[in-house]
T-cell receptor, first 111, second 118 residues
């Protein structure tokens, strides 16, 4: 049982480039989330999904887009990367009334 | 809406000493409460959670937290810390599920770095 898998683990982008982060879960969870983690700011919610085909904005959605075409996958896209998007990105999923299962993170640097 | 405040950004402590990491929350509805631990260069792992029932919850590695509704707190404690407990600790809150409008969003505090010194 792999849980939540994020790819890639590391990436360096140039300003203006685009990329997609992939999150896959094998627990049949309905809810999935993308967070970013920055020093001294904890984790902030970017976007989330309450089921296949649904997405919603979180706390800091600007500059990001998401898609949930399949229940097990939740994609986070950066259309035109900016240095302010340098961060560690975490995906999580949640089945019922308990805490999340997190992926191991993607460390993104935008230069 | 919910919010979480972790009152200390860093807590230095000597090995085998007791420690308390403080967490306060605000919410207009009943809540579930969580503590997560993040070791260097790793993801977040669930340490313990309060859903209902006994207000004192324990983890398998000696941590405990007490839900205090009147003080809206969920402080994390350990009577004797080890070097291996050095990590960042996050307190988190979510609203109790009520109907289809609950999205299960976890709101995190800013994190507390526990530094255990030999």
């Amino acid at each position: 049982n792999a849980g939540v898998t994020q790819t890639p683990k590391f990436r360096v982008l140039k300003t203006g480039q685009s990329m997609t982060l992939l999150c896959a879960q094998d627990m049949n969870h309905e809810y999935m989330y993308w967070y970013r983690q920055d020093p001294g700011m904890g984790l902030r919610l970017i976007h989330y999904s309450v089921g296949e085909g649904t997405t919603a904005k979180g706390e800091v959605p600007d500059g990001y887009n998401v898609s949930r075409l399949k229940k097990q996958n939740f994609l986070l896209g950066l259309e035109s990367a900016a240095p302010s998007q340098t961060s560690v990105y975490f995906c999580a999923s949640n089945g019922i009334n308990y805490g999340y299962t997190f992926g191991s993170g993607t460390r993104l640097t935008v230069v | 809406a919910q919010s979480v405040t972790q009152l200390d950004s860093q807590v230095p402590v000597f090995e085998e000493a007791p420690v308390e990491l403080r967490c306060n929350y605000s919410s207009s509805v009943s809540v579930y409460l969580f503590w997560y631990v993040q070791y260097p260069n790793q993801g977040l792992q669930l340490l313990l959670k309060y859903l209902s029932g006994s207000t004192l919850v324990e983890s398998i590695n000696g941590f405990e937290a007490e839900f205090n509704k009147s003080q809206t707190s969920f402080h994390l404690r350990k009577p004797s810390v080890h070097i291996s407990d050095t990590a960042e600790y996050f307190c988190a809150v979510r609203g109790v599920r009520h109907g289809s409008g609950n999205t299960g969003k976890l709101i995190f505090g800013q994190g507390t770095t526990l530094q255990v010194k030999p």
